[in-house]
């Protein structure tokens, strides 16, 4: 793992893998609808990037409204902490940005995770991309 990098991603410049890498986790494997997933919203938003051995493994997003979305981690390099570190990362660009909370949907099966780092459910359960989420918040 000491050859992975989480930094702040330029949508001018990685683009391309940050999408390559979307498509492939939302997509391809959970089947959420190609015209849902690229929403135009991209070039407003800060990301990040987890880099392991020069390979996108993955990425999120924190919107100008505060909110961090997109988060995912490609398959074989789930359940390494390389999650965390992105949420953290996120977490760091919106308290520079003077943000007093952030909020994301979480998918069901990720709950765990959030509360983890600290977030709280606030919502019921409700359907995004055919997928059962609710939403976290938490204070920055």
Known sequence: MNELIVSKALWSEDSEAL???????????QQVPSEIEVDGKDADCEHVKAVLHGKFVGTGRLLPSGFIGRMCVLRQFRGQGIGTIMLHKLIELARQEKYSQVQLNSQTNAIAFYQNNGFVVDSDEFLEAGIRHRRMTLKT
């Open 19 to 29: 999408v390559k890498l979307r498509t492939e986790v939302f997509v391809d494997e």
